[in-house]
């Protein structure tokens, strides 16, 4: 069996419980095949030479952990600045916030080319090569360029936008280019695969070659769908450890009077956040009934707090918290528990099964795991129920959440106030089918998926 080499921005030691549910299903396949995972040590150095950067390698069981230093340039340019400011924005259809101008490319190129100079020296004859999301997009052509011919797979986790929008990027030519060094491109959902085929085939005059296969540039590669899920047993077994039950029992006797919603996501604007908590005081308004009962636990982990936009974001989230306790507050119960701040993954599931609803309404998400995770905590018996954005990739797949469109802030009031009364017969039977669904594609799945895919592309080039 081929040796699975990862490539991702940060990298992180699978035997570590904290780690996520990726961490643990990419551990899982390093581990059965022996592996190398390469990526950021996490580590800036000041002053450091742009485009040079110390690595390190280390043995975490059968896994080799192989991180590269960044130096505070090349941090500045590749990851705050082409990554976060120009291709996260663009890719969550956020063409205003990007920073196109600001020279970030050299950076990114940079980085991507020191990723391929030492991993090369790590690689071994008959490797198969995963490299993954946004910040890695050129790695491939990269790699191409000092001689590599191992397989090499992408899987982008976030969404990719309609042509005329992936248009917008000064240097889109050049990243869709370094598409096609690629072997086989993962995208979460069939909308982005799509995306994918009618760019290609409007701005690089690619030949669709049937079967997802499409040829320009002189080599051909193949696209697919791979939804990414979660680690199901993992998480169901998390809900009944000991600080999951706890968090779950002091939650239910602290909120027995009233109707819990709860929401968690990183603090980001592709989130939807302040539309949510519009949504949630357009509830209050409308139907009375729930004041003094609903409350709205909403969870913002910190996340790329140096980048200004998020500055931003947080300011007005804070004065939309503070406008709803302040307008509709008792003395006894204040509507919005806004924590900025990270919950430990020990404690989530506890929260989430303690939720009558579960609000995940992002204005634009590749996937969105913590819809995945809601739904894998509940009780079957007694379960709550998962209010989803329909611009989230999974929605694809929970087809049986009540799905909102996050920009009608009215829409969103009614269907939340649907699910605070939805009988417990159609609450179950909508779990179960959720449920089902999460367990079949869950993250084992995806990762097989993927992985055969790319093996099975060899061989059949191997027949050509
Ligand atoms: C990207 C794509 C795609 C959140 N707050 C806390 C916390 N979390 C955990 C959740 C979940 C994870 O972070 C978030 O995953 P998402 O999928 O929801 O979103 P992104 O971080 O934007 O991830 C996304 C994903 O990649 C995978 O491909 O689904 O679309 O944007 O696991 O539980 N964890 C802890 N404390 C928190 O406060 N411990």
Redesign the pocket.
Known sequence: MSRLVVVSNRVADPRKA?A???AVALGDALNTTGGLWFGWSGTVVEGGMPGEGELHVQQAGKVTLATVDLSAEDHAGYYLGYSNGVLWPVF?LRLDLARFDAGYISAYRRVNRLFARLLMTQLKPGDILWIH?YHLIPLAAELRTLGCTHRIGF?L???LPPQQVLAAIPQHEWLMRAMFAYDLLGF?SEADLQNFSRYVQAEAGAVDLGENRFRAFNRTVRAGAFP?G?DVDEFAALTHAKEGVDMYERMKAEYSRRKLLIG???L?Y??GLPQRLRAFKTLLQRYPENLRSATLIQ???P?REDMGTYTDLLQELESLCGAINGDFGELDWMPVRY?H????????PGLYRVARVAL?T?LR?????????FVAAQDPADPGVLVLSRF???AEQLQDALLVNPYDIDGSADTIQQALQMPLQERQIRHQKLLRNIRTQDVHWWRQTFLQALGDGARSQETM
Not at 341 to 348: E, P, S, T
Not at 365 to 373: C, F, R, S, T
């Open positions: 904290a996520g549910g990726l969550h999301d899987f986790h976030i969404p979460q990414i979660i968690v996501e990183r980001d592709s989130k969870i913002a982990s996340s924590m701040r990270n919950v430990a993954r020990k404690r989530l995940v992002p998400d590749g996937m969105n795991l913590v819809a995945k995770e989230a990739g999974a």
